[in-house]
């Protein structure tokens, strides 16, 4: 799949230009459309008993964000901000969920408690689970300017794994050095999962190389984390809401951890 449409969520935080700048590198390396979606909690205004909405520091907000996202994009042939124009938690994720869907991926960024409640805790979460998009999260801490150069697929034989590798593709073309990690109590059966993922890759010119984690404990979330900083990973490709080739874990326990504790960028697909 090639990369033509690229969404982008911003809000007001301080780590909205980090991911905006990310997005506009990308739309330019694959001459894609790129879509602002703006976004954030607030509380209606209330003159008397009728509410007052948007409110005025809302509507100043979205205009900022305007002028940011048109100085950031000059230059990109085909650009479009638009304000989602809610305010409560469950309209804005059903919002930009909805936005999400008509993406060919959805840059977003990951929740920072620190921050202040800009955007509902789980939004990007929900976006990852619901919007049948990927999803590539920032984390709130570092500078990306580009990403996919040294990939780490964490490998699993289930759909969301699957799903999440083939959706990578386009942002690995042309990578220095790509691992595919298999996590399984059975060596044998990692290794060799690995080896039809490394196939697969190499017909689409991406060389990889497979390492083997043995299962043995309940950190596996953290061995995975590990792994990218050892390995010094520029973006983490997994399937979201999947085991993750530990199948004792419970559904969705391993997306949450990563997206609390993500160090480097992350596409998740569902």
């Not at 033509?4 to 935080?13: A, G, R």
């Not at 459309?33 to 509380?43: C, D, S, W």
């Not at 801490?141 to 593709?169: H, M």
């Not at 061995?223 to 419970?250: E, K, R």
Request: aromatic letters at 4%.
């Amino acid at each position: 799949m090639s990369l033509k449409n690229l969404m982008v969520h911003l809000d007001q935080s301080e780590r909205t230009s980090c991911r905006l700048d990310l997005a506009v590198s990308l739309a330019r390396t694959h001459q894609a459309r790129l879509i602002g979606v703006f976004g954030q909690l607030a509380q209606s205004q209330s003159v008397g008993v009728v509410s007052s909405w948007p409110t005025p520091e809302y509507a100043a907000a979205a205009q900022a964000s305007k002028a940011a996202f048109e100085a950031a994009t000059a230059g990109l042939p085909r650009v479009e901000w638009h304000d989602i124009n809610r305010g409560s938690e469950a309209e804005l994720v059903r919002w930009v969920t909805d936005w999400a869907r008509h993406a060919d991926l959805v840059i977003m960024g990951q929740h920072d408690d620190k921050a202040g409640p800009c955007v509902p805790a789980d939004l990007t979460e929900e976006v990852v689970l619901n919007a049948g998009r990927p999803v590539l999260i920032i984390p709130y801490i570092g500078k990306y300017t580009e990403i996919g150069r040294r990939p780490l697929v964490a490998w699993s034989n289930v759909r969301e794994a699957a799903r999440a590798l083939n959706d990578a593709l386009p942002l690995m073309e042309g990578c220095e050095k790509t691992t595919v990690i298999s996590f399984a109590p059975n060596a044998e059966e990692a290794r060799s999962a690995c080896d039809n993922v490394i196939r697969h890759l190499a017909c689409h010119g991406i060389q990889a190389q497979s390492q083997v984690m043995l299962v043995t404990d309940i950190g596996i979330m953290d061995m995975l984390l590990n792994a990218t900083t050892d390995l010094a990973t520029d973006l983490l490709v997994m399937g979201a809401h999947g085991h993750v080739g530990l199948p004792f874990m419970s559904r969705g326990a391993g997306t949450r951890y990563i997206l609390r504790h993500m160090t480097v960028p992350v596409l998740m697909s569902n």
